[in-house]
């Protein structure tokens, strides 16, 4: 098993361009996550997923757009990107529908200018 | 605002010695997770308590929980320098659908 793989590992962007980060997933997990890292922030919560068809808001989804067409792949839209947005972003997933015992992926460092 | 804070927000230990860190959060809790996060790659669950729960042990790892107190500590045992990590306690205060982690704390083993 692959685990949770997110592509691109690295990206920039320009300010006001969009880009969707891939995530996905070979373990058959229900609950899928978008988190971002910031320094001295912790991990804050974008938008989550229970299952195929079902997607809710976290902590700060302004900006994000999210879809979840199958139970594997869960990716995230920036709409129009702003140097806020910099940052590293992690997908995570988990068996059922709960956040218990998340797998992250290796993340994807993006940096808008 | 965060719902848990990890104190202290960095450790230095000599390998060999105990490492212990904290959390505190804020509102009650269903269940807390510790997760482990090697520099540039992703989150590593190490353990989950829960809350009708007050300690729990897996390898040299043991975690306690007071809810009434709203803290948890993790104590890692005989360090090695493989320890050399951050480490971040995860809540589920938002409900089991949302995981609110802390700032973490970054621990460093010195060989």
């Known amino acids: 098993n692959a685990g949770v793989t997110q592509t691109p590992k690295f990206q920039v962007l320009k300010t006001g361009q969009s880009m969707t980060l891939q995530c996905a997933q070979d373990?058959?997990?229900?609950?899928m996550s978008w988190y971002r890292q910031d320094p001295g922030m912790g991990l804050r919560l974008i938008h989550y997923?229970?299952?195929?068809?079902?997607?809710d808001q976290g902590e700060v989804p302004n900006g994000y757009n999210v879809s979840r067409s199958t139970t594997e792949d869960f990716p995230l839209r920036l709409l129009s990107a702003a140097p806020s947005q910099t940052s590293v972003y992690f997908c995570?997933?988990?068996?059922?529908?709960?956040?218990?015992?998340?797998?992250f992926g290796s993340g994807t460092q993006l940096s808008v200018l | 605002s965060q719902q848990g804070e990890e104190d202290p927000q960095a450790l230095s230990i000599q390998e060999g010695e105990n490492a212990t860190m904290n959390c505190s959060y804020k509102?009650?809790?269903?269940?807390l997770q510790w997760y482990r996060q090697n520099s540039g790659r992703g989150l590593v669950h190490l353990i989950l308590?829960?809350?009708?729960?007050r300690e729990k042990h897996s390898g040299r790892l043991r975690v306690t929980l007071d809810t009434s107190k709203k803290s948890s500590s993790l104590l890692i045992t005989a360090s090695r320098a493989a320890d050399t990590a951050s480490y971040f306690c995860?809540?589920?205060?938002?409900?089991?659908?949302?995981?609110?982690f802390g700032t973490g704390t970054r621990l460093t083993i010195i060989p």
């Open positions: 995570a997933s988990s068996y059922g529908q709960t956040n218990e015992k998340l797998f």
């Open positions: 373990m058959n997990h229900e609950y």
């Open positions: 997923s229970v299952g195929a068809g079902i997607t």
């Open positions: 509102t009650s809790i269903n269940n």
């Open positions: 308590i829960r809350s009708n729960e």
């Open positions: 995860a809540t589920d205060a938002g409900g089991n659908e949302k995981l609110t």
